[in-house]
């Protein structure tokens, strides 16, 4: 594990100390006490309520599960503190990809944890919705700390789509969240994750994921707001024979946001393949694009995209592309570019006709363009309004 | 419809276009050849009105407006269309976007994608992956929505194979509306170092450009010819 960047001024101790625990704030039980402002928060987080489409449903609120059920019987969805109560303490998948004693933020996941949630598609399952979970804060300075453990069985589909956010008022907060995902043989799993933060929030996601023989496991990683610090670097690991792992994620940065971000893909077994394309923006923000593949099989493929607009002279792109060959038969490429809007781009359009802020808008659109299946169309206006926000920011 | 008077042009400060005098009328198509590097890319830029090519002196008349100094969107906006021998990428943005946000009638570019049987690429990054005839015809598919009165073509048959040739031929043929005889509105420039366009589209006149110097005029085969036989040096000198 490389040393991620603290962020400034602050260091993980102070960090914890300045968030009170979620149990100190009353949430809601149930999340038909949420507002309308709340529930439209959730929309623009990827979180449909309503939505006929979604199979499942997860919420946390601070501490409180505000709602668990799932329509699929060959999906179970249970808080996580019922699971390891029902499952002898989840003994196959709880602390067992991740250490708790990685860094301060596991530790206090281990000891002070509120909840999170256990999803698990039982063999043969192949779920064509998808279902979606949500962490949400709803209080100011809140810390909330969950443990989430997915596990996809034998020859079973699963896609999760989970909105991380905060109350539409709130500006501070602290979420620890620590993810252990179990990709079985034949298996696969599609993990969307939505971020949608306030200024003063900080977010330490920790994230492992195992894939088995002939499993698959994408990731979408979509963040388009304004957020304090994020730090995050979940690791796949590729453990049989055919298993794929493909990371996209698609980051804005704004002007007093720290984000360091990425994926490492280790590559065990032969004839594994992954991926992994980042896009991000800055216009003000800094932004550290990770990416690291290990190959260390034979015949092997894996490939890194890392992709930077700088759409004002501040702010930071600091990508670090990775490769690390263990083996000779292995085919490792990546590609990194870092620059501002590339000006006979602009001029290409406004050969067709376009103003020169309508050529950027279609340029920085056609950047972020990403194509998630079932995400809300809240999102996908989110997505136009970010892509005016850069504008402006320019 | 373009009418160039003495236009010296400067690319990174060196003197690129040495005093161009041209007059193009309404429904007329001339052609333009020389060597490489002898400045009619640098024209035809100039025309469009990209930055980095910067008029020194003289002037472009367009329709009756002096066009020198406008914004390259508002020359296209009054009427000019240019096919980029070699454009730029634009991931994420679809072909299908692209041509819609070209489109002065709405649908009629992607209407005219599937009349030409680029429908399987409308979905697809504009030129990522484009084989070189793909990029000609999505160049003239975009301008075929933007309907221009005076397009200029930079070298549209580079990259494209002989079977491919005739749908060029044929989409610059509707975009000049060479299907008419009368009443012609459209108007062309078209640089060709091969000459093969000239095989499916006729043009009124040729030029020759050598060193930023328009050298010689006059009817676009004989020329065409000429050059062939003789070389561009010699060219010039037979006709002056």
């Known amino acids: 594990m490389p040393v991620l960047d603290k962020s400034p001024s602050t260091t993980d101790e102070e960090l914890l100390k300045r968030f009170k625990a979620a149990p100190e704030e009353k949430a809601p039980e149930d999340v038909s006490e949420l507002d309308n402002e709340e529930i439209k928060r959730l929309r623009q987080t990827g979180i449909d309520l309503d939505a006929a489409d979604r199979l499942g449903t997860f919420i946390q609120t601070n501490c409180n599960v505000s709602s668990c059920q799932c329509d699929i019987k060959g999906v179970e969805m249970l808080p996580v503190t019922e699971a390891l109560k029902k499952y002898d303490g989840l003994k196959d998948y709880w602390w067992k990809i991740l250490d708790p004693d990685k860094d301060v933020f596991t530790k206090e996941a281990d000891r002070n944890l509120d909840n999170g949630y256990f999803i698990r598609a039982r063999a043969g399952e192949k779920v064509v919705y998808p279902l979606q979970t949500c962490l949400y804060i709803r209080n100011n300075n809140v810390a909330q700390k969950v443990h989430n453990i997915v596990v996809a069985e034998e020859g079973s589909e699963l896609h999760i789509i989970t909105g991380c956010t905060t109350h539409p008022h709130l500006t501070s907060g602290l979420h620890i969240g620590v993810s252990e995902f179990y990709v079985k043989k034949g298996a696969k799993l599609v993990f969307t994750m939505v971020h949608n933060w306030a200024e003063d929030v900080y977010v330490r996601p920790r994230t492992a994921i195992v894939v088995e023989e002939g499993g698959t496991f994408l990731s979408n990683y979509v963040s388009l707001k304004g957020v304090k610090s994020v730090q995050s670097f979940p690791t796949c690991t590729l453990k049989g024979r055919n298993a794929i792992a493909r990371f996209n994620s698609v980051i804005v940065a704004p002007e007093g946001s720290d984000i360091d971000t990425g994926s490492r893909i280790i590559l065990e077994a032969p004839e594994t393949r992954a991926e992994i394309i980042s896009r991000t923006i800055s216009y003000g923000g800094r932004v550290v694009a990770r990416g690291h593949l290990i190959g260390k099989a034979k015949d092997i493929k894996a490939h890194l995209e890392c992709q930077g607009l700088m759409l004002t002279e501040k702010g930071i792109i600091h990508a670090i592309p990775e490769l690390e060959a263990h083996v000779a038969d292995v085919d490792m490429s990546h590609e990194a570019a870092v620059g501002r809007i590339a000006k006979e781009e602009i001029e290409y359009l406004m050969a067709r006709g376009l103003e020169e802020e309508e050529a950027t808008s279609t340029i920085v659109r056609g950047f972020l363009n990403v194509k998630i299946d079932g995400l809300p169309k809240e999102l996908d206006e989110e997505l136009q309004k970010a892509v005016e926000e850069c504008r402006h920011g320019m | ?240």
Request: aromatic share 6%; charged share 25%; with cysteine.
């Open chain 2, 1 to 240: 419809m373009l009418h160039i008077e003495d236009l010296w042009v400067d690319v990174q400060g060196k003197e690129v276009l040495k005093g161009i005098n041209m007059d193009i009328g309404i429904g007329e198509t001339h052609c333009l050849f020389g060597k490489n590097g002898s400045g009619k890319t640098t024209l035809l830029m100039t025309i469009m009105g990209f930055d980095g090519y910067e008029v020194k002196h003289g002037k472009i008349i367009f329709k009756g407006e002096d066009i020198t100094y406008m914004p390259l969107n508002e020359r296209a906006k009054l009427g000019l269309g240019l096919s980029f021998q070699r454009p730029p990428t634009l991931r994420g943005v679809k072909l299908r976007d692209m041509l819609n946000l070209c489109s002065q009638t709405p649908g009629a570019g992607v209407e005219l994608a599937i009349q030409y049987g680029f429908e399987m690429f409308l979905d697809r990054e504009v030129n990522h992956g484009f084989s070189g005839g793909e990029i000609k015809k999505s160049e003239l598919l975009q301008l075929m929505a933007q309907n221009p009165d005076l397009t200029l073509l930079d070298e549209p048959e580079s990259g494209v194979d002989i079977e491919n040739l005739n749908v060029i031929g044929d989409m610059i043929r509707k975009l000049l509306e060479k299907d008419k005889h009368r009443n012609r509105t459209k108007s062309g420039l078209i640089i060709t170092h091969t000459g093969f366009i000239l095989n499916y589209v006729t043009a009124d006149k040729g030029h020759v450009m050598l060193n930023g110097k328009l050298c010689c005029q006059g009817n676009p085969i004989d020329i065409f010819e000429g050059i062939q036989k003789h070389g561009y040096e010699e060219c010039v000198k037979c006709q002056f």
